[in-house]
């Protein structure tokens, strides 16, 4: 089925013999055939952009509404009521209103569609149209028993500057004022207006159009109270003066009303989550903003184990508790960005909005979500008094592919979910294999770094450091002695260890163990002139503690803090710059020098480069490892060196792996290196032999 209504034939509307009128859930209408128009006394073509509401009588309004209630929660496809229409010269009359539901391509409700039969006139207009005689004089004998018999409040003020000279009863009532509180004074001076946007709104209408009709506005009663209202105003003589007639309608019950069946169509009523209708479109927006940004977005779907059971031996009325704080775990576990949805029953679906555009990183962050939404629905519950447990399966499904649909996104997550259940219930399952892949290894990664961080399974390599021949010392490398993968490298393992904060212990370990080797080398006279580089990661410089414990390492190892260098990368001072220099001059206070890794790779400022406490800076192996061939790197070490001399700086080049490369360095006036000519980093025992 199409997404727009399908009527068979202009000819279909025509040839009817009833009034055929076609409108949206909001009920604006869209298109009618001529019986409709003639039915409510409109030239056809002004029929399109009014609302249902506006040609309804409140009381009949208010049953209609009530009964489409019915059509929206599936109720019933169809119902015939009869209703009251307002011709447009005000008469009333009485309509038997028989009205289907048309449905989109996916089956949801979308539109409306009414047959209306006309029954006959029933009484003669009830208010007096001030737009439909603009500008002519109103007569007193027909005017005054108009204007107090209204059943809309009637406003009159002067054009020339909006003083009040009359107001009905009904305006009366409906604000809560005497006609003492508003004769001689403005509306803006009653304080009528809850937004002076609509204020201007009705001026500019009756500036530029001379009136307005049927303009939704907010309003203020005399104690403060806000309510909502129709209002219709133009310019009238009144006893040979320019005044400004206002009418005005409470339409606060119809408003609420409009919200209840909104609340009823887009919103699950037992959780307050969105519904399945309400899901499938901000799944729509999702993917159209993927496809807009690139960035990915995940589709979970929960659903709870055993919940048939549970609903089943302790009674509905539990089930229903049960689900509804089930619901309010789940929004705990996500962004307000996120949707939760109620799709029916014990399943709900979360979308994840703007993952990484990366869709193994993508994979990674929804996973974290779906950890926190097991491990919520995993404690307990209780229920008036009673303790209950359950526990609940999970597919996820990464998308952001152009030609993915909301069937198959849906699809895709709740084939995973089935997985999940397969695999023994409480756990999650992504869809795509290269996904789960990806995520299985990860989960598998963290869990033997734990361990490995528990059983000691690391150790320092030292890769020698020296100037004009002379070793001067070694940086500290970090080396995982996995019991079955062997020796594995830290671009492996680091990355994953700053993400998941296993990166502090891990760096306390590197950092009393280097302490540790400075106190070992210093108790013989050859070796106390060394020193150890230890790599700091910005997260664990970051730390408030860090120069505490920095501290506390080199009072327990008794190693010489001017043996210790810190190597910082360039890329830690992108921000709280002040914050790092005042670490870095404490700690350089007691003797610990510093050197920067990574220089010129990153967007260093010069200005707070010069300001910040540096020993030395490191000439980074991209360009070493093109300094013979790419005139570039060559011109970036030259400046490196200058600049490190300018400073007062010593100057190192790591990666450096010919003879070629040392000679044309040392041409530059670099005279400190450290790379593979030299040495490949050494195991602590064949270090000390070198």
Partial sequence: MSDRPTLES???????????????????????????????????????????????????????????????????????????????????????????????????????????????????????????????????NRYRSAFETSPDGVLIARAEDGKIVDANPSFLAIMHFNLEDVIGRTSLELDMWADSEDSRSVAEALQEEEGCRDLEVRLRRKKGEVFWAELSASFAEVDGEACVISYIRDVSEAKADEEKIRSLAFYDTLTGLPNRRLLWERLRQALISSIRSGSKHALLFVDLDGFKSLNDTLGHHIGDLLLQETARRIQNCVREVDTVARLGGDEFVIILEDLSQIPEIAAAQARTVGGKILGAIDQPFLLEGRECHTTSSMGITVFGNQSESTNEVLQQADIAMYQAKAAGRNAMFFFAPALQASVDARVALERDLRLAIRENQFALYYQPQLDRGLLTGAEALLRWRHPSKGLVAPQEFVPLAEETGLIFPLGSWVLETACMQLAHWAERKEGEHLSIAVNVSAREFRQPKFVDHVLAALDRTGANPKNLKIELSESMFGENVEEVIAKMTKLKSHGISFSLEDFGTGYSSMTYLKRLPLDQIKIDRTFVGEILKDPISSAVAQAIISFGKAMGLSVIAEGVETEEQRAFLAKLGCHSFQGYLFSHPLPLGEFNES
């Fill in 10 to 140: 202009r000819g279909f509307l025509e040839q009817a013999a009833v009034g055929i009128v076609h409108a949206t859930p909001e009920g604006h209408i869209l298109r009618c055939n001529m019986e409709f128009a003639e039915i409510i006394g409109y030239p056809r073509e002004e029929v399109r952009g009014l609302m249902l509401q506006e040609i309804t009588p409140d009381e009949d309004g208010v049953a209609a509404i009530s009964s489409f209630q019915k059509l929206w929660t599936g109720a019933t496809d169809a119902l015939s009521l009869e209703i009251r229409l307002i011709r447009k010269d005000g008469v009333l009359t009485r309509t038997k209103f028989t009205v289907s539901l048309l449905r989109d391509r996916e089956g949801w409700p979308s539109h409306l569609l009414g047959h209306v039969e006309a029954l006959g006139k029933v009484a003669e207009p009830q208010k007096a149209d001030a737009l439909e005689n603009s500008h002519q004089p109103i007569k007193e």
